[in-house]
């Protein structure tokens, strides 16, 4: 399975971005698709999750109301819409890949994950 980030970039505090994570390799139909952070100096966290059929999306607290998970199965591509974005938004975010729905808030529950792409936000 390969994942791959894009969409990062830097933007001003209140503003939006969109993070785009295209999987192949595997029936994306199959996949859970997880977004996890990084930012300098703090260990990586759970952003936001999405079902198999993205009937189910998940988000830690701090980005819900702000951020959109959604997929394209067609395109075999997951988006994270981010907007209101904060300074303490900014982190190398990461996409992943999991076979099942089960505790998605887990990195340990992920097979694959990209590269990660730089999400930098200015106050």
């Known amino acids: 399975v390969q994942v791959v980030e894009s969409g990062g970039g830097l933007v001003q505090a209140g503003g939006s971005l969109t993070l785009s994570c295209t999987v192949s390799?595997?029936?994306?139909?199959?996949?859970?698709i997880g977004w996890f952070r990084q930012a300098p100096g703090k260990e990586r966290e759970f952003a936001a999750a999405?079902?198999?059929?993205?009937?189910?999306?998940y988000y830690t607290d701090s980005v819900k109301g702000r951020f959109t998970i959604s997929r394209d199965n067609a395109k075999n591509t997951v988006y994270l819409q981010m907007s209101s974005l904060k300074p303490e938004d900014t982190a190398v975010y990461y996409c992943?890949?999991?076979?099942?729905?089960?505790?998605?808030?887990?990195?340990?529950?992920?097979?694959?994950w990209g590269q990660g792409t730089q999400v930098t936000v200015s106050s």
């Open positions: 992943a890949a999991a076979p099942s729905v089960a505790g998605l808030q887990d990195s340990a529950q992920y097979d694959a």
């Open positions: 390799g595997f029936t994306f139909d199959d996949l859970s």
């Open positions: 999405i079902s198999q059929s993205g009937g189910r999306t």
